[in-house]
């Protein structure tokens, strides 16, 4: 069955301070992998997805199907980081969200 | 990215009556969409995939009947729940798929209570 797991609930880091949510995936194909963003008050948005290898505001997350992960990183985070980060897998047009990481940035 | 409206975004209602929920994609026309929903402090869990034109399919444990689904048009879908309980109280969320990568574009959510 397919599977995301975020084990951090909450992160919370100082301004400048580098940054990784981890995420880890069961899936028995090949994964179609995002990371969606949703800040106080507004919708889910698309941050970023696997198949495209792009940078976001600073964000990156590297596919290792060895490791079966997807963590997002961020070398220096910012306060406008603050929001709540939700790791997702596709799988025939469904999305599998894990359960959230709350990014907490302070200055 | 595209819009997506819900209405209405917040509703109180009494056990027994039926809320409708609407989701409107308000700059794109999409033949498939999702229906969603969230408990506090938890994740997002797919109800029902939701087909322009057809019957709606739900995921395992859903119950079709306690919570209709109309995909009236391209840019209207509506999540009906009957009889509602306290236990139905949670945050619903739309979601149209569209574009070259088939995204999904999320509504903002209704928080439905039942008292």
């Known amino acids: 069955a397919q599977r995301v797991t975020q084990p951090e609930k909450l992160l919370s880091v100082f301004k400048g301070a580098p940054v990784e949510l981890k995420c880890n995936y069961s899936?028995?194909?090949?994964?179609?992998l995002f990371w969606y963003v949703q800040y106080s008050r507004q919708r889910l948005q698309l941050l970023l997805r696997?198949?495209s290898r792009e940078s976001i505001k600073g964000f990156t997350a590297d596919l290792n199907k060895g490791e079966t992960s997807f963590h997002l990183k961020k070398p220096f985070a910012q306060e406008e980081d603050s929001a709540m980060y939700y790791c997702?897998?596709?799988?025939?047009?469904?999305?599998?969200f894990g359960t959230g990481t709350r990014l907490l940035v302070s200055p | 990215g595209a819009v997506v409206s819900q209405h209405p975004s917040r509703v109180i209602c009494k056990s027994g009556t039926s809320v409708k929920i609407e989701c409107r994609s308000l700059?794109?026309?999409?033949?498939?969409m999702f229906w969603y929903r969230q408990f506090p402090k938890k994740s997002l869990m797919l109800m029902a995939t939701?087909?322009?034109?057809?019957?709606?399919?739900?995921e395992q444990g859903v119950e079709k009947d306690k919570f209709l689904i109309n995909h009236a048009s391209l840019t209207l879908s509506t999540l009906t729940v009957t009889s509602a309980h306290p236990e139905d109280s949670s945050f619903y969320i739309c979601?149209?798929?569209?574009?070259?990568?088939?995204?999904?574009?999320f509504g903002p959510g209704t928080r439905l209570t039942v008292l």
């Open positions: 997702a897998l596709r799988s025939f047009q469904k999305l599998v």
């Open positions: 899936y028995s194909g090949s994964p179609e």
């Open positions: 696997h198949i």
């Open positions: 700059d794109f026309q999409a033949t498939t």
């Open positions: 939701s087909n322009e034109g057809s019957k709606a399919t739900y």
């Open positions: 979601s149209f798929q569209g574009g070259f990568d088939n995204e999904q574009f």
